[in-house]
């Protein structure tokens, strides 16, 4: 079936789309956005792919729902758009990036930047319905993101991973710790940054490992 994302990464998951758990997907998805409000916007589902070429994938970072207030979500994890406030785990991960590495605290929460360096951030669950957290789980996003966790581990080796949370850690089990680089630390949530994320350095940690391979670092 016919899927808008990006010409890279639609050659590599053009299996997945077939699957009859996608068709179940795209159709509950498409009854989602013609009942309600739904985020992000439908353009913006595959934007994280549209945004990080493969060829160019360096690192991964996995976020678990998007954002389900209004004008939040826009297809990365983490990120929100131009002049929308900071939410609490995208103000602690540029808190920690400061720390780590010395970057000014940006006036914007839009990670295009990083995304366009070869940083791929991937929700679990691609769609939420607006207002209620995690409506969209086990609706087979989760089969679909799973897929390109494979792909990525089976296609690429020297990629880091940064991963979390309980949740994000889970997910990217498949990536093999000798062949890639892993970083773990507990989600940069309120209730979780201050037991271990904060001082983690994965930022820096993950520029060390980049030079090692001969690649150009990631401009936090």
Not at 46 to 73: M, N, S, T
Not at 136 to 141: I, K, L, N, S, V
Not at 174 to 196: E, Q, W
């Amino acid at each position: 079936m016919e899927v808008r994302i990006a010409e890279d990464w639609k050659a590599l998951l053009h299996e997945e789309f077939e699957k009859p758990y996608f068709r179940e997907l795209v159709a509950f998805v498409r009854q989602e956005y013609a009942s309600g409000s739904v985020y992000p916007q439908g353009r913006n589902i595959f934007r994280a792919f549209d945004k990080c070429p493969f060829d160019r994938l360096k690192v991964v970072i996995i976020g678990q729902d998007p954002y389900h207030g209004e004008g939040q979500a826009n297809g990365l994890c983490f990120s929100v758009g131009a002049g929308v406030p900071f939410p609490p785990s995208l103000q602690n991960i540029f808190k920690e990036v400061a720390a780590d590495t010395g970057r000014p605290i940006p006036t914007t929460g839009e990670l295009d930047r990083w995304a366009e360096q070869g940083v791929l951030l991937l929700n679990a669950v691609l769609t939420v319905r607006a207002h209620e957290a995690a409506s969209h789980a086990g609706r087979g996003w989760e089969l679909f993101t799973d897929a390109v966790v494979r792909a990525i581990a089976r296609e690429k080796q020297g990629v880091v991973y940064m991963l979390w949370g309980s949740y994000a850690q889970k997910k990217g089990a498949i990536a093999d710790p000798t062949r890639n680089c892993i970083l773990k630390a507990v989600h940069p949530s309120p209730l979780s940054a201050y037991r271990g994320f904060f001082g983690c350095r994965h930022f820096s940690q993950a520029n060390a490992y980049l030079r090692s391979m001969g690649r150009e670092e990631i401009l936090w």
